[in-house]
C-alpha cells in the first residue's frame, strides 16, 4: 500500500483503516500495487464525506477496465454494507456511510 504525495489521513476513522487493508490485500489478490490517492486533503464537493476522515480514493490509471470492474465488485463484496464502492472515471471511491435502521 502506498498514499500519493500530499495525502493526508489526519482523523480518519478507524473503519476506514480496516477498510484500506481490505482493499490492500484485494489489489495484491490480483498481482496489482495499491495508491491512496485521496483521504482529507484535495477538493471534494461540499458535503463529501472525505472531509470527516470517512472516504478514501485509489488509483485505477493503467488498470485495464475489466480488472477495475473486478476491484469495484471484490471490494463491495469484501466490506460491510456500512459501505459505499463508487467507480469513478478516474479512481474508486470508498466511503463510510452507516445506514441507520428506524425502529419500528
Known amino acids: 500500500m502506498k498514499f500519493k504525495a500530499g495525502v493526508k489521513i489526519f482523523g480518519i476513522r478507524p473503519e476506514l483503516s480496516t477498510a484500506m487493508i481490505v482493499v490492500n490485500d484485494i489489489y495484491h489478490g ?14 471534494h464537493s461540499e458535503t463529501s464525506l472525505h472531509y470527516g476522515g470517512c472516504a478514501f480514493d485509489v488509483r485505477v490509471r493503467g488498470i485495464d477496465e475489466y480488472y477495475v470492474d473486478r476491484l469495484v465488485m471484490s471490494i ?29
Open 76 to 104: 463491495s463484496e469484501a466490506l460491510t454494507d456500512e459501505f459505499d464502492v463508487v467507480k469513478e472515471p478516474t479512481h474508486i471511491h470508498i466511503e463510510f456511510q452507516p445506514k441507520r435502521k428506524r425502529d419500528g
Open 30 to 43: 490480483l498481482g496489482l500495487d495499491l495508491v491512496i490517492t485521496s483521504v482529507v486533503d484535495s477538493l
